[in-house]
């Protein structure tokens, strides 16, 4: 029996020994965030009167405030852990962000300003910072939900497309093939007609083709499939000078019997959309043109827009004058 309590006590004594070699130790996260550790007494006494581990140096000088020292995040801390000495703080109350000047998104900036360029804002902030803008920039900016009604037709559409079409999802943006005048002869990347598909929340099938290899086929356009076709008219057929769509209606139809064409979404869906090339002559009939564009493409998003109207406002702030001829057609209407 005594061997045994011997054998017992030796054992006991061993495994006291590997845990002491094995330099266990437990990590607590003291206040400010630092990170102390406690060795064994056989680590210690290794170390002698040398000069101790850098792991204990570092919480050593992070405790002292001393600069240079390095704090270490432990994962089971009930906080996150900071530097009392830390240029910025993380603000559980900030309720949004500034970006150069005014509320809202905010202008882009380079990576290496971004930083310098974002103000954190509290309601206890002690200063304030007053901002006056022109009222047709005031909502496009979000500075403020009461600003003045726009002054303009343009500034009005111009805020408005941006609104609906800034919530429509990647996967509701059709895709688009514009036809100039002529038949088969489709617009560049570097072409105004180009941003004018994109800022109507539409992409360009035409995006990736050369300068020199505009002019597609029936062919071409059946492979790209796509979701609305946009053909622009000389002002024989549609503009100020056009009373009838006679002429326009069976530019539709020759577009809906090409060759291959009854497959194509926008022709089984009728979404055949033909402008005057009035259209787009200045900035305000352009805006006219993405308009009649982006509810033709989602007449979702646009079912309380009057298309006939937007062209009248638009027409009379460019030119003087109410429109006097037909300057789109749409099968079935919009």
């Excluded at 035409?206 to 492979?223: H, Q, Y």
């Amino acid at each position: 029996m005594e061997m045994k309590r011997k054998r017992a006590g030796l054992l006991a004594l061993l495994l006291c020994g590997a845990l002491l070699l094995c330099g266990c130790r437990t990590r607590t996260a003291g206040q400010g965030g630092s990170l102390r550790s406690d060795r064994g007494q056989s680590q210690a006494g290794a170390a002698g009167q040398g000069e101790a581990p850098s792991e204990e140096k570092d919480a050593a000088a992070v405790e002292s405030g001393e600069p240079g020292g390095r704090t270490r995040e432990n994962p089971e801390a009930s906080r996150k852990e900071f530097d009392e000495n830390a240029s910025a703080e993380i603000l559980p109350g900030t309720e949004r962000l500034l970006h150069e000047r005014g509320e809202g998104n905010g202008a882009p900036a380079a990576n290496k300003d971004s930083e310098a360029r974002a103000d954190q804002v509290r309601e206890a902030a002690e200063k304030t910072a007053d901002l006056t803008v022109a009222a047709e920039t005031a909502e496009q900016r979000g500075v403020s939900e009461d600003a003045e009604a726009a002054d303009s037709a343009l500034t009005y559409y111009t805020v408005l497309l941006q609104d609906r079409l800034g919530t429509l999802f990647e996967c509701k943006r059709l895709n688009a093939y514009w036809e100039t005048p002529q038949s088969f002869v489709t617009i560049h990347k570097t072409a105004p007609e180009h941003d004018l598909l994109l800022q109507a929340g539409c992409y360009d099938v035409s995006a990736r083709l050369l300068p020199e290899n505009l002019r597609v086929d029936e062919g071409w356009v059946a492979r790209k499939n796509p979701g609305l076709i946009v053909k622009i008219m000389d002002s024989g057929a549609l503009g100020a000078g056009s009373h009838s769509d006679r002429a326009a209606r069976a530019a539709a139809e020759g577009l809906r019997g090409r060759a291959g064409w009854s497959g194509i979404d926008a022709v089984k869906n009728r979404r055949i959309l033909l402008l005057s090339e009035e259209l787009l002559e200045t900035p305000a009939l352009r805006t006219a043109a993405m308009l009649l564009i982006a509810k033709t493409a989602n007449p979702e998003l646009f079912s309380d827009v009057d298309p006939e109207e937007a062209l009248q406002m638009l027409m009379e702030e460019t030119a003087g004058t109410l429109p006097t001829g037909i300057y789109y057609y749409k099968e079935g209407g919009l």
